[in-house]
């Protein structure tokens, strides 16, 4: 059974900056579910040897150098790429875990839920984590990152000693693991873009509107926040001091009028083979793709006229 704990706390520890305890919560939450969810991908996708198991990466860097990291996740008091904090525990730096709680399934989220971070139905016990109280991060705003066996431990300070934590007991994330892609020819840089849609289409609008809800102020709406996407994007993920790259290149992603593998189609000349309010990107293979037509089978079969005009106008500008 999957456990996921949201826990926010405090410790005695001294730091030079301040970000509200609000918004402290409203971004290190984004940040910790954005980690988990590319953290979660590296599990299931990395390729290894028969017989081997399932793995989370050893620490953060391993994950930065994996294709699986495509959303760069910033210290909000610093500015820069998020540190791991070097913490090895020690025997008597752990404790068992009574009660923890089950996120709630998708259908139920809405702002204020959001905001909450936990459900309050309470499962069973679980394995022994590291206490925060014995954590001594050196600067605000960075990571400690901690995983043994089926277990995962993320955790985000502030300045004045409370942190935000998200625990599992066994591997489990909804988003990542309901990514499958309809055709198999565009093999891992079309599973790359299909993944990093996920999060932007269907997880940032979320994270935006529980950040207004918690703030009081701004669109708590996620359907609303969805459709302001393409124009908005980046000015909504650097509000949670995070970047999405482009998964293939590694570099900022970008709306781009010239293919683009990896980048967000916007073409003009693409406007007559595309649906308004759908967000395209440039996919392996030349072509052009909306997170739908890669990953719902049914949207894919009833499209393939489309795909068919689509591609022929992609495959005409590369010929120039």
Same mark, same amino acid.
């Given at each position: 059974?999957?456990?996921?704990?949201?826990? =926010?706390?405090?410790?005695?520890?001294?730091?030079?900056?301040?970000?509200?305890?609000?918004?402290?919560?409203?971004?290190?939450?984004?940040?910790?579910?954005? @980690?988990?969810?590319?953290?979660?991908?590296?599990?299931?996708?990395?390729?290894?040897?028969?017989?081997?198991?399932?793995?989370?990466?050893?620490?953060?860097?391993?994950?930065?150098?994996?294709?699986?990291? #495509?959303?760069?996740?910033?210290?909000?008091?610093?500015?820069?790429? &998020?540190?791991?904090?070097?913490?090895?525990?020690?025997?008597?730096?752990?404790?068992?875990?009574?009660?923890?709680?089950?996120?709630?399934?998708?259908?139920?989220?809405?702002?204020?839920?959001?905001?909450?971070?936990?459900?309050?139905?309470?499962?069973?016990?679980?394995?022994?984590?590291?206490?925060?109280?014995? =954590?001594?991060?050196?600067?605000?705003?960075?990571? #400690?990152?901690?995983?043994?066996?089926?277990?995962?431990? @993320?955790?985000?300070?502030?300045?004045?000693?409370?942190?935000?934590?998200?625990?599992?007991?066994?591997?489990?994330?909804?988003?990542?693991?309901? &990514?499958?892609?309809?055709?198999?020819?565009?093999?891992?840089?079309?599973?790359?873009?299909?993944?990093?849609?996920?999060?932007?289409?269907?997880?940032?609008?979320?994270?935006?509107?529980?950040?207004? #809800?918690?703030?009081?102020?701004?669109?708590?709406?996620?359907?609303?926040?969805?459709?302001?996407?393409?124009?908005?994007?980046?000015?909504?993920?650097?509000?949670?001091?995070?970047?999405?790259?482009?998964? =293939?290149?590694?570099?900022?992603? %970008?709306?781009?009028?010239?293919?683009?593998?990896?980048?967000?189609?916007?073409?003009?000349? @693409?406007?007559?083979?595309?649906?308004?309010?759908?967000?395209?990107?440039?996919?392996?293979?030349?072509?052009?793709?909306?997170?739908?037509?890669?990953?719902?089978?049914?949207?894919?079969?009833?499209?393939?006229?489309?795909?068919?005009?689509?591609?022929?106008? %992609?495959?005409?500008?590369?010929?120039?």
């Amino acid at each position: 059974m999957a456990i996921i704990t949201f826990t =926010i706390s405090l410790i005695p520890v001294e730091f030079a900056q301040s970000i509200s305890p609000e918004e402290f919560r409203a971004i290190a939450q984004a940040q910790l579910e954005t @980690l988990h969810y590319q953290l979660h991908l590296y599990l299931k996708k990395t390729v290894r040897p028969a017989g081997e198991r399932q793995r989370y990466p050893v620490d953060l860097e391993q994950l930065r150098n994996s294709p699986f990291y #495509f959303i760069e996740v910033f210290n909000m008091y610093t500015g820069e790429p &998020i540190q791991q904090i070097a913490f090895k525990p020690s025997p008597d730096d752990y404790y068992a875990v009574e009660t923890t709680f089950l996120p709630q399934p998708p259908h139920q989220r809405t702002p204020e839920t959001l905001a909450q971070g936990l459900s309050l139905e309470m499962v069973g016990e679980s394995p022994k984590k590291v206490d925060p109280t014995k =954590i001594v991060p050196q600067r605000a705003g960075d990571l #400690f990152y901690y995983t043994e066996g089926d277990s995962l431990q @993320l955790v985000i300070f502030d300045d004045t000693g409370h942190w935000l934590e998200l625990y599992l007991k066994t591997p489990h994330n909804f988003r990542a693991d309901s &990514i499958k892609l309809v055709e198999t020819t565009g093999g891992l840089n079309n599973f790359l873009i299909s993944a990093l849609a996920t999060h932007l289409e269907l997880m940032l609008p979320s994270m935006i509107a529980r950040r207004n #809800f918690i703030l009081g102020r701004g669109e708590t709406s996620a359907s609303i926040i969805k459709g302001q996407l393409l124009s908005n994007f980046t000015r909504f993920s650097q509000s949670l001091y995070l970047l999405y790259l482009n998964p =293939i290149r590694k570099s900022e992603l %970008v709306k781009s009028e010239r293919v683009s593998l990896g980048d967000i189609a916007i073409a003009d000349w @693409l406007k007559p083979v595309t649906r308004a309010g759908e967000i395209y990107y440039f996919t392996e293979g030349g072509k052009v793709r909306s997170l739908l037509e890669l990953t719902d089978k049914d949207v894919f079969l009833t499209r393939r006229a489309e795909f068919q005009k689509r591609d022929a106008v %992609v495959k005409k500008m590369l010929q120039g």
